[in-house]
């Protein structure tokens, strides 16, 4: 790691993260004026800074001004620091644009509130653990045989839900040894097995057991169907469904809402859908998840959840089986077996969650939940995306803590690419 600090106190850090070259910069400064003449002597440089392979980020700095970049060389560096400064022209609070992998807090506190979102069902995901488990080590440990990849509609659920929470596992892990302590979750779907681990509930091997049990279960058992999104809001997608065997089975968002039914069902709505000009998206599972049609399986699942021991919640764990924080004396086995049959209420429980958040960051493979969030929050939102081709999602929610104030406990000094 290389740190800069000039004479009014900024201090700018680089660390090399990737194989590849790519760097982590970070800035702090006590005002935005001090952060405004950092950023121009940072395009004045002519080459990145050398550096040691591995990464850090800031663990003293005290300022609220803060900002941040992934780059692999100058020129990114330069484009990104003047982006930064144009967002302080127009006036920007915060911004955090992970597609560019930029970010800025002019505001940062001193202890920010995390909320972490567990996807389920459906996010991509690499079988093998992707760039996470090649190059870094607590990674690599979860897979130490890499399962065959399922692709194309109507994926293996019995394959891809243990592989789903394998991969948000990686993620928590990342986030405990950063020091990281969360205030609420939420979990999607099969997520909320996830949140529910977090919370105290359920210890890591009952998680892997349960999440391996749910998916053969819904692979196996009930009839098949068809899952679509619509973009378009529940209320809609539900006039769309009266009279056919097809229901909502996730609000998503305000403009996003999954169905799923029959065939039969599932073709009418497409030609309703289609006749309005609403785009309509197949989903890639095997079954009508999350509506009567899977009872079967959630009948099942009740049977297994039975022989296993599951604690209450110590954690706030707002459910999208309820679109709220559960509450003490919740029945989990109860709500988890009926969670296969009923609609995931993902937006009512990240809005009942928002006020107390000030970044969520999304434990698992993928980036859905966290597209899904910017359309309906202004929280800032990153993912860890780890299983991802390449390490951007870790990069990415380095930069986003560093921004909101996080101070990083030591151990994640110890991060270092292998």
């Known amino acids: 790691m290389s740190d800069t600090h000039s004479p009014d106190g900024t201090t700018r850090i680089q660390a090399p993260l990737g194989p590849d070259g790519a760097r982590l910069v970070l800035f702090t400064a006590p005002d935005t004026n001090t952060l405004r003449q950092h950023l121009v002597e940072t395009w004045a440089h002519t080459t990145l800074l050398p ?32 982006k930064i400064s144009r967002w302080l022209d127009e006036g920007h609070a915060v911004r955090f644009d992970v597609r560019s992998g930029t970010f800025l807090h ?67 892990n990342l986030l405990e040894q950063l020091g990281i302590q969360a205030v609420a979750a939420v979990g999607h779907s099969l997520g909320e097995l996830g949140a529910l681990h977090w919370a105290g509930a359920m210890t890591e091997q009952t998680l892997l057991r349960t999440a391996a049990v749910r998916g053969q279960r819904m692979q196996q058992l009930g009839v098949p169907g068809v899952m679509a999104n619509l973009s378009c809001p529940p209320e809609t997608a539900r ?42 998206t197949p989903l890639p599972v095997s079954r009508a998840f999350h509506t009567p049609l899977v009872a079967e399986a959630a009948e099942a699942f009740a049977h297994d959840l039975a022989a296993l021991h599951l604690s209450e919640s110590t954690q706030p764990v707002y ?18 077996s009926e969670q296969i049959t009923a609609p995931v209420r993902f937006t009512s429980a990240v809005r009942a969650a928002d006020n107390s958040v000030d970044l969520w960051i999304e434990v698992g493979p993928g980036r859905a939940l966290s597209k899904l969030l910017g359309r309906f929050t202004t929280t800032p939102v990153v993912s860890t995306d780890s299983t991802g081709a390449d ?15 996080f101070q990083p406990h030591p151990a994640a000094l110890d991060l270092e690419p292998v």
Not at 391 to 405: N, P, R, V
């Open 51 to 82: 550096g040691p392979r591995h990464h850090s980020i800031d663990t003293a700095a005290p300022d609220r001004v803060r900002a941040a970049c992934v780059v692999q060389d100058h020129s990114q560096l330069v484009r990104a620091a003047q």
């Open 106 to 172: 002019t505001h940062a506190g001193t202890a920010p509130r995390i909320g972490l979102l567990f996807p389920g069902q459906a996010v991509p995901y690499e079988p093998d653990g992707g760039a996470w488990a090649r190059q870094l080590p607590f990674a690599a440990a979860r897979y130490p045989d890499a399962p065959s990849a399922t692709t194309g509609p109507g994926r293996d659920t019995s394959v891809d839900q243990p592989a789903i929470i394998t991969a948000s596992l990686t993620g928590l």
């Open 239 to 280: 006039d769309f469904t009266d009279g056919q065997q097809a229901w909502v089975a996730c609000e998503n968002s305000p403009d996003h809402t999954v169905v799923a039914g029959t065939t039969t069902g599932m073709t009418e709505i497409c030609h309703q859908a289609g006749a309005t000009g609403i785009e309509m």
């Open 319 to 336: 459910s999208t089986v309820t679109g709220d924080r559960l509450g003490s004396g919740t029945d989990l086995k109860r709500l988890l």
């Open 391 to 405: 390490l951007d999602g870790l990069f990415h929610t380095l930069a986003a803590l560093h921004c909101s104030g």
